[in-house]
């Protein structure tokens, strides 16, 4: 190949099978502990879950219904963990100011922003006719 790089090259791509899911779990289960160390909207998001999830369990609906409430919260989550890594990536190439570094940290602020606006969208879908029931 006349790329100075394959992939087959990576010290990284090792590990196959059984060995790559359990070094993949370890990597997902450090990114989950940083995350609750240092990142405060992971935090607050995480807090949401928590409390919301007792909610969703106990309203009266269906299953479906209520693994849509629990999973748009998780879905948040999500798309907090991915932000954070663009805002990560970033602040470890330059701390300066740039113009495409604020946008791409912007773009990532408001992707969680539409996260919760769809996961509240959905919650006062599905709620509003129990609480106007009540």
Known sequence: ???PY???QNPHKGNRGIARAWHAAKNSWCGIV???KEESAFRQELTLLVCLTPVALYLPLNSLEKC???VSLIMVLVVELLNSSVEAAI???SFD???LSKRAKDFGSAAVMLALLAAALLWITICAP???HW
Do not use: G
Request: aromatic share 4%.
């Open 6 to 8: 394959h992939i087959d």
């Open 130 to 132: 129990l609480v106007m």
């Open 34 to 36: 940083y995350a609750l």
């Open 1 to 3: 190949m006349n790329t």
């Open 97 to 99: 100011h740039h113009d």
């Open 91 to 93: 602040d470890r190439i």
């Open 68 to 70: 849509a409430l629990i």
